[in-house]
C-alpha cells in the first residue's frame, strides 16, 4: 500500500544512508560482533553523513528536521541492511529529543553539536536492577551539596552505555508522597570520578549493540548538569516515551518486512521434493498471512508517525501501536523462521539473527504487559 509520509528529501537520505551502511558498517559486522560493541570511529562517520543530527538545529550543525519520518528513513536501513545498530537509533530517536526539549540555551551550546557529529555518543539510564519498567521505584538518588549534586546508585540494560560520552541519568532528589515525584535528569560525562560502565552485557541477540551496568559512587556534577526542572522527570520521561515507542513499532515494522523479503528470496530458491518451496500452499498462505498483518501494522504507524510529528499523539495511542508492531514482529519472524526449516536455526542466516534480535522488541521501551496497562486506564479499567 502507498506510504504517503515520504517525499523526495526522505529518497537521498534513504540512498545516502544505505550507501554508507554498505561501505562502513557492513564489512565490519564479524568484527563488532566479536568485541560485542561498534567502533567509536563509526559514530563520528555516521555524524559527518548527518545521520546523528538530523533533528538537530542547523544553528548548532544539525539537519534542522522536526519531522521524525528522517528518523524513521535511517531506522528501515539499518534493519533492511540486518544490522543491530540500536544504539543509534536510542541516541537519534530516544535520547537527542531530551538535550532538544529541556536544555538550557547554555547547556545546548555545550553538548549539541557534539551530539550531531558523533564527538559524543549518547544514552538513558533508567532501568535498575529491581526497578525495571516501573520508574516510580527509582532508587538512584542525587543528594544536593552546594552548587553540587552527588549521585549514588546503579542502572543496568542501558543500551549504548558502553561507548556513550554523555549518559542521562534519572535519580531522585526528594521523597515526596507521591512515588511518581522527586526525580529528575542529570548529564553525566564518561570519565566522571566515582561514575563507572561495570559490564557490557552478555545478550542474546542484537551482539554488538552495546548494552551497559553502570554504577554511581559519589558521583559529583554541577546544578548545571540538570537537565530541566528539578522534580519534574517523570513528566519529562513520560512525555518522551510515546516517541521512544514509536521507534520500537518502527524498528518491528521494517524488521517484518525484512524478514519477509529475506524468505520470499528464500521459498523460490529452495526445492523440496522435487518442487519450489513456493509452490506449496502452506507456504504461500504463511507468507500472505504474515504480508497482511505487516500491513495493517504499517498503516497503524504511519498514522501514529503523523500524529507524533503534529505534537497530538497520545501515550496510550504509543503503547497501542508499540504493542501491535512489536507483537506482531515476533509472529512475522517467527512464522518465516519456520519456512526456512533447520537452515533458519543457524546463524549463518540473517533470518536466525533476527529471531534472536526481535525478542527484545516487547521489552525494551516499556514491555508488552506495560502497555496493555496503560491502554487499559485509557478505557478507564
Request: charged content about 20%; overall charge negative; some cysteine.
Amino acid at each position: 500500500m502507498r506510504n504517503t509520509l515520504y517525499g523526495p528529501d526522505h529518497a537521498q537520505l534513504r540512498t545516502a544512508v544505505r550507501a554508507f551502511l554498505q561501505r562502513e558498517a557492513i564489512p565490519n559486522v564479524a568484527k563488532w560482533e566479536q568485541q560485542h560493541r561498534v567502533d567509536t570511529e563509526f559514530y563520528r562517520k555516521a555524524g559527518e553523513l548527518g545521520i546523528l543530527g538530523l533533528q538537530i538545529p542547523e544553528s548548532y550543525g544539525g539537519g534542522g528536521q522536526t519531522s521524525f519520518t528522517y528518523n524513521l528513513v535511517v531506522a528501515e536501513e539499518l534493519i533492511g541492511a540486518h544490522l543491530s545498530l540500536s544504539p543509534v537509533r536510542v541516541h537519534i530517536d530516544v535520547v537527542v529529543p531530551y538535550f532538544l526539549s529541556y536544555a538550557t540555551t547554555a547547556q545546548k551550546d555545550r553538548w549539541l553539536r557534539r551530539l550531531g557529529t558523533g564527538e559524543s555518543m549518547a544514552s538513558i539510564a533508567m532501568s535498575e536492577p529491581e526497578t525495571g519498567s516501573d520508574i516510580g521505584g527509582i532508587k538512584t538518588t542525587a543528594r544536593r551539596d552546594g552548587d553540587n549534586f552527588v549521585i549514588n546508585g546503579a542502572k543496568t540494560f542501558i543500551t549504548g552505555g558502553i561507548n556513550a560520552d554523555l549518559v542521562i541519568v534519572v535519580a531522585r532528589t526528594s521523597r515526596p508522597g507521591d512515588r511518581r515525584g522527586g526525580l529528575s535528569l542529570f548529564v553525566v560525562q564518561d570519565g566522571t570520578a566515582g561514575f563507572v560502565k561495570t559490564r557490557n552485557l552478555d545478550k542474546l541477540g542484537m551482539q554488538y549493540a552495546d548494552t551497559a551496568e553502570l554504577s554511581f559512587t559519589d558521583v559529583v556534577v554541577g546544578a548545571d548538569d540538570m537537565l530541566g526542572e528539578e522534580g519534574r522527570a517523570f513528566e519529562y520521561l513520560t512525555s518522551n516515551l510515546a516517541q521512544e515507542r514509536i521507534s520500537v513499532a518502527a524498528g518491528s515494522v521494517a524488521m517484518a518486512k525484512t524478514a519477509l523479503a529475506d524468505t520470499i528470496e528464500y521459498v523460490r530458491q529452495r526445492q523440496v521434493f522435487g518442487r519450489q518451496l513456493s509452490q506449496f500452499q502452506n507456504t504461500k498462505f504463511v507468507l500472505a498471512g504474515v504480508s497482511a498483518e505487516i500491513e495493517a501494522a504499517d498503516s497503524m504507524l504511519q498514522r501514529a508517525v503523523a500524529e507524533l510529528d503534529a505534537a497530538q499523539l497520545s501515550g496510550a495511542d504509543a503503547a497501542r501501536v508499540k504493542l501491535f508492531c512489536s507483537e506482531m514482529q515476533a509472529r512475522a519472524v517467527d512464522s518465516c523462521l519456520q519456512l526456512f526449516g533447520g537452515y533458519g536455526y543457524m546463524l549463518e542466516y540473517p533470518i536466525a539473527k533476527m529471531y534472536a534480535d526481535a525478542r527484545v522488541s516487547r521489552i525494551y521501551g516499556g514491555s508488552s504487559e506495560i502497555m496493555k496497562t496503560i491502554i487499559a486506564k485509557s478505557l478507564e479499567l
